[in-house]
């Protein structure tokens, strides 16, 4: 069974910055895609920047040249997020595929003066 743990939200002013972790466990693999995903209040769950199973990184426009991606092991994966808006504000959710999508229960992050 594979369990996905976030942390790192928080408060924040705007241009500020926040550094969100996500620890894995259970049966993982390096190859297996892992991600981070937002869902703002009212709105739908969106991609924010994703590693796929052969290293390629993807992030959404709106978050391009301001946060960043990282995934040292095949377990533990970071999200360093700079320039903050306030239309950053929402939980962000840690994603797996290992056959199916896994979530963690996410970690929520407000960007308010």
């Known amino acids: 069974q594979v369990q996905l743990v976030e942390s790192g939200g928080g408060l924040v002013q705007p241009g500020g910055s926040l550094r969100l972790s996500c620890a894995a466990s259970g049966r993982i693999f390096s190859i297996n895609p892992m991600g981070w995903y937002r869902q703002a209040p009212g709105k739908e769950r969106e991609s924010v920047a994703r590693i796929s199973s052969t290293g390629t990184i993807n992030y959404a426009d709106s978050v391009k040249g301001r946060f960043t991606i990282d995934r040292p092991n095949s377990k533990n994966i970071y999200l360093q997020m700079n320039s903050l808006r306030p239309e950053d504000t929402a939980v962000y959710y840690c994603?797996?595929?290992?056959?199916?999508?896994?979530w963690g229960k996410g970690t929520l992050v407000t960007v308010s003066s």
């Open positions: 994603n797996l595929f290992n056959g199916r999508n896994y």
